[in-house]
C-alpha cells in the first residue's frame, strides 16, 4: 500500500542525522549549540540566537497530540490509494514548541489509515514507532499507555 510514496531525500547535508537516527529507531532533533533551543525541521542557523553551531540530541519519542487532519481524495496519485487516512502534529514532551508531524498508528506495522479519524483527540499521549518505507524508517506515533 505505501509503495511509491513521495520520500525524503535520506542523504540531505541537513537532515541526514535525523535519518540515519530513525533508521537505528532513534528519535533525535537538531539543537542549538550555543542556546540549547530545539529546532525542527534542521535548518544551517538557530532562529533564535543565529549561531551557525547546532548538535543532535536524542529525545524521548513521547508526546500529544496537537493537531491532526484527514486527507480525503483528490490526492497525490501515490496516496489516493490510502485515503483518507490521518496525519497528526505531536508536541514533543521535551519542548512543547517542538512538533513533528506523522501518522498515528496501531502498531508499528498497521497502515496510516488503520485507526478511525473519530477516535483521535488532541492531548491524547503517543509515543514513536519507526516504519520502513523502502529505505527510509519513518516516525509514527501510537497511543502511548499509561
Not at 532513534?26 to 540566537?49: D, I, N, S, T, Y
Not at 483528490?74 to 496525519?87: D, E
Amino acid at each position: 500500500m505505501e509503495a511509491g510514496f513521495l520520500l525524503p531525500d535520506p542523504d540531505d547535508a541537513e537532515a541526514r542525522p535525523f535519518w540515519q537516527a530513525t533508521a537505528r529507531g532513534e528519535l533525535c532533533v537538531q539543537r542549538c549549540a550555543e542556546c540549547g533551543r530545539f529546532r525542527m525541521p534542521p535548518r544551517p542557523m538557530c532562529p533564535h540566537c543565529r549561531s551557525l553551531a547546532s548538535e543532535w540530541h536524542a529525545v524521548s519519542g513521547r508526546g500529544r497530540i496537537w493537531s491532526f487532519a484527514v486527507p480525503h481524495p483528490p490526492l497525490l496519485p501515490a496516496y489516493a490509494a490510502c485515503a483518507p487516512y490521518n496525519v497528526v502534529v505531536v508536541e514533543l514532551d521535551e519542548d512543547p514548541g517542538l512538533r513533528l508531524v506523522g501518522n498515528l498508528v496501531a502498531s508499528v506495522d498497521d497502515p496510516i489509515n488503520g485507526i478511525d479519524p473519530a477516535t483521535i483527540a488532541i492531548g491524547e499521549a503517543v509515543r514513536v514507532v519507526f516504519a520502513a518505507v523502502e529505505n527510509v524508517a519513518f516516525p509514527r506515533w501510537v497511543r502511548a499507555l499509561g
